[in-house]
T-cell receptor, first 114, second 108 residues
Framework: EPEVTQTPSHQVTQMGQEVILRCVPI?????FYWYRQILGQKVEFLVS????????KSEIFDDQFSVERPDGSNFTLKIRSTKLEDSAMYFC????????????FGPGTRLTVT | QKEVEQNSGPLSVPEGAIASLNCTYS??????FFWYRQYSGKSPELIMF????GDKEDGRFTAQLNKASQYVSLLIRDSQPSDSATYLC????????FGQGTTLQVKP
């Protein structure tokens, strides 16, 4: 069964460093998403991406964040200068369409900023 | 601000019982509703989705939607210890808006 994959599973970085989180969405999916979950809190939407551009972003997704689909399979989230409060689980998700279409989540990357 | 509300629990049920999980949402125009299961330290796993008023059954799971009252529920029949997890209600508005999740404990 196709699934979303994410690498790395755990990333430890120092405050101020840049990190890139990688995702491979399900192959026939066209819509891609990043969510994050701070320990003990809700899953929060960060950004959605379709047709090589951002379709929606949340208030969390400020200038420190960027997304890219560098090739036909990968979807990346970059945090330019990490802060302690960026420590969270980051989940990539994908779907075949918008509207009444399910989103499938990857296993997540645990980002720890020290 | 679109909100999704769930009782955080924990909801404790004995093995074999029916677990009932509830969710309310604020945006009356919402059309798509999802239940995800999340084990500790893991990602959300889709278990049910519902778009129309009424009930939708899939194995031991039944999702119920009442758009007039703006609530969604999930029933788990014959609950098993392996069902112990946090159940996340999500409402689609392009993106998914998640509730806090209800922790379910099924005791043998």
């Amino acid at each position: 069964e196709p699934e979303v994959t994410q690498t790395p599973s755990h990333q430890v970085t120092q405050m101020g460093q840049e990190v890139i989180l990688r995702c491979v969405p399900i192959s026939n999916h066209l819509y891609f998403y990043w969510y994050r979950q701070i320990l003990g809190q809700k899953v929060e939407f960060l950004v959605s991406f379709y047709n090589n551009e951002i379709s929606e972003k949340s208030e969390i997704f400020d200038d420190q964040f960027s997304v890219e689909r560098p090739d036909g399979s990968n979807f990346t989230l970059k945090i330019r200068s990490t802060k302690l409060e960026d420590s969270a689980m980051y989940f990539c998700a994908s779907s075949t369409g918008t509207g009444n279409y399910e989103q499938y989540f990857g296993p997540g990357t645990r980002l720890t900023v020290t | 601000q679109k909100e999704v509300e769930q009782n955080s629990g924990p909801l404790s049920v004995p093995e074999g019982a029916i677990a009932s999980l509830n969710c309310t949402y604020s945006d009356r125009g919402s059309q798509s509703f999802f239940w995800y299961r999340q084990y500790s330290g893991k990602s959300p796993e889709l278990i049910m989705f519902i778009y129309s008023n009424g009930d939708k059954e899939d194995g031991r799971f039944t999702a119920q939607l009442n758009k007039a009252s703006q609530y969604v529920s999930l029933l788990i029949r014959d609950s098993q210890p392996s069902d112990s997890a946090t159940y996340l209600c999500a409402v689609k508005a392009g993106k998914l808006i998640f509730g806090q999740g209800t922790t379910l404990q099924v005791k043998p």
